[in-house]
DNA sequence: TAAATCTGCGCAATCGTTTGTCCAAGGTAA
DNA sequence: TTACCTTGGACAAACGATTGCGCAGATTTA
């Protein structure tokens, strides 16, 4: 149990020369004679000598780690996500350093806060639901560390971003819908802060719009995605005068408790009401009513391509680009549709 | 625009005061006078100066990072487990360098090579299925990082580890069973190498023990655990002559493929044919027919228990316990039996 | 009054590695 | 013979922070 791991002065020290010599032995420098050479790297394999990564990086002030801050990982969208992240990075022979915001801004200034003092080459985060302020963010890239977020991100433009037009997708979705004969349609929207609600909303708007159709606001409802608070949003559209015969809910896990509601009040899912979501989990073709249609946003691709961005960023960090105009990546990625095989059943 | 990050250095020469000074006004040190105190304490939260953690670590030749290594974060076990594992890391100031093996010793041999590379405090790993050579295992620890496995752990001794005692629990779980009335109950196991599967396997065999009964083999399957393979498992076992009337699932995958091939067959799940399970995912609340009872692994609490094993072997290193004789921590888990409460409808 | 103590801070070494600069010895050309 | 290369390697600074030691000046004690 000798933890004492070999150094390049040990090597030095053992041979009689200097470490400065040991060092471009090892890196083949053509200065080195081929005696003295041979005779360190000899030595070097002997000892099983690694050269010191930490070191290394400590003086070229880069850590080769990338930062990721997901808001659950115990999500499907997140853990898909952080495959794709990790794809990438591995290519490039980056490592990730993760942590979970659990949708708490305190818990997310946190762990943004640990991953500065790690001294993180970047930071990949898609934001908490409930985060309004982005100071501790900015702060990072003041500090010139450069932040990438995707899927939840944030109001503003100049940042580096990665995410689905849901509000797109949630047009294309009416439309289906409309498509297929169904008139009142309702939607489950998500907290009413959250971007990703207000895009769902006007998606949503847009779509009447199109057929020349206002909203029924009697159909929009909201839940904070706790399943008391689906629960009562679903009941409150059953009880409507004119009740819904689709329901758009705002992601696979608002899909889930909605349609058990239903099903509670003896409603036959998917006939007497169609449900459709975003998300497209994978998950859920084990459920007993999977949404008939989903919006798939490629979780895996959306995070493979923030960590592309960020690499991008990082080398043209090396390369010099100071003093140019700082140019944000906005890479929007398309939202499809996808009909579900088990319901055509 | 890009400020690099503050250092001690740059208080210092700000305050016309030398470095020392700074870095013990930082430590509250009692040596360091009021005035300069707090004159170097405002300049570095003006700064939003943060100690560079890489320097420190570097200098205690220590990272406080532990590198993490799972087969799948996708899986919800696994994102539970890591869930764990991040809870008690951040309660000691720890952080998680994150990595996949995907159930690919290849991919498994890298990622620990880029965590040795990056110099982490300690290693936390679920093997891969495949995992048979545990060289690249073992030479950390050689290399005096040490290594801290959980749920999928290595078959030898001399290693720390985390588990579930499944034997115990399948013994209850077939138990149950019997007293429930049921006789021919079958298993659907996992892939024959694996530990896991031996442990069920001989779990299963004890439980007809103790009732004084021999297992027949017709109702032992196992499966690769893909969807194709579980299927199979599934026909065989419903073509024998004398048909099961209650399987046991190696996981709660393989028993969502299991129910829904046996579904297919307009077989009245929990009905003419129970389904039992390892796991209790929260997610199979959602799905048509959850296992009735399942056999709760704790990845949370495996992974808690992980981390807090690593941080104690870490504290025991700093005070010195070289020389002693090498204690292997080996933690066994209840496996407790959780009946589903959606299924007493 | 001189010695001892205290107060407040600076100097420099250290961690492992890279890299620019310098230096000595030997060889070569004019 | 002298000035000038070439070769092979040593020296030292640097990255950011910590820490033992030393050293003034002020204050207290004997």
């Known amino acids: 149990m000798d933890n004492k791991l070999p150094t390049i002065k040990e090597i030095a020290k053992r041979l009689n020369v200097s470490v400065s010599t040991v060092s ?48 659950y990982i115990r999500e499907e969208f997140f853990s898909q996500a952080i495959s794709g992240i990790e794809k990438a990075a591995m290519e490039h022979e980056y490592t990730i350093l993760f942590g979970q915001s659990f949708d708490d801004p305190e818990r997310e200034k946190k762990v943004v ?12 985060i898609s934001l908490s639901k409930q985060t ?10 003041k500090f010139g560390i450069p932040v990438v977020y995707f899927d939840r991100v944030p109001p503003f433009e100049h940042a580096h971003k990665v995410y689905c037009n ?4 949630t ?11 169904y008139k009142r349609i309702a939607i489950i929207n998500g907290p009413e802060k959250l971007p ?6 006007n998606g949503y708007i847009e779509g009447f719009s199109k057929k020349k159709l206002k909203v029924d606001m009697q159909l929009v409802e909201n839940t904070d995605l706790s399943k008391e608070s689906t629960y009562r949003a679903v009941k409150s559209l059953l009880a409507s005068k004119n009740p819904p015969t689709a329901i758009i809910s705002f992601n696979d896990y608002v899909h889930m ?21 975003y998300a497209n989990l994978p998950i859920t073709s084990y459920t007993a009513h999977p949404p008939l249609v989903s919006i798939e946003q490629y979780p895996y691709g959306q995070g493979e391509k923030a960590m592309e961005i960020m690499i991008s960023i990082l080398n043209d960090k090396i390369e010099g680009k100071t003093g140019q105009q700082v140019v944000y990546y906005n890479e929007e990625m398309p939202a499809t549709l996808v009909l579900n095989q088990q319901s055509l059943l």
Chains 1, 2 share one sequence.
């Open 24 to 71: 471009r032995a090892l890196a083949d420098h053509p200065r080195i004679g081929l005696r003295t050479k041979t005779r360190v790297q000899e030595l070097a394999k002997e000892l099983n000598y690694e050269p010191n990564a930490q070191a290394i990086f400590f003086k070229q002030r880069k850590t080769f780690v990338i930062g990721v801050i997901l808001p």
């Open 196 to 201: 990703a609600t207000k895009e769902r909303l």
């Open 166 to 169: 849901l509000f797109k997708g």
């Open 132 to 141: 309004q302020n982005y100071e501790h963010l900015q702060a990072l890239e």
């Open 171 to 181: 047009v294309d979705m009416v439309n289906w819908l409309f498509g297929r004969g």
């Open 257 to 277: 408790d909605a349609v058990q509601y239903a099903q509670q009040q003896n409603i036959q899912i998917n006939k007497d009401l169609v449900f459709v979501s």
């Open 113 to 124: 806060e640990t991953m500065k003092k790690q001294r993180v080459d970047g930071l990949i």
